[in-house]
């Protein structure tokens, strides 16, 4: 009988698929509320100028937006593994994910002491 994702359906231990399936929801409450922390500066932001605004709005949605989709690529991806038997691949999104969020506060920081 053939799995959903195009592998034989064989006994998987659930437990990885469970654990999976939470680091892809943390991957999604972390892409929202970056959106939303996006969306609020744009709304609320008003202390400085209108173009350190946007562009750290549009900034904080995009990041989020790449997290969803980093997200979802790793859990589809890990899913096939898990159901394969072989090896997960590394994740180099969390890579990029983790240079951002460090380094997007310190641009802002900067641009709003500089507005």
Known sequence: MWGRLGGMAEHVDYRYLLA???TFLAYVRTALSLQIAGLGVLQFLTQSSDAVRHALGVALVT???FV???GHL???RNERAIRAGTEMAASHGSRVITVV???LPLAAAVALALA
């Open 20 to 22: 999976n399936e939470r």
């Open 63 to 65: 990041v989020g937006s």
């Open 68 to 70: 969803a989709v980093t």
């Open 74 to 76: 790793r859990y589809r």
């Open 101 to 103: 969020v460090v380094l």
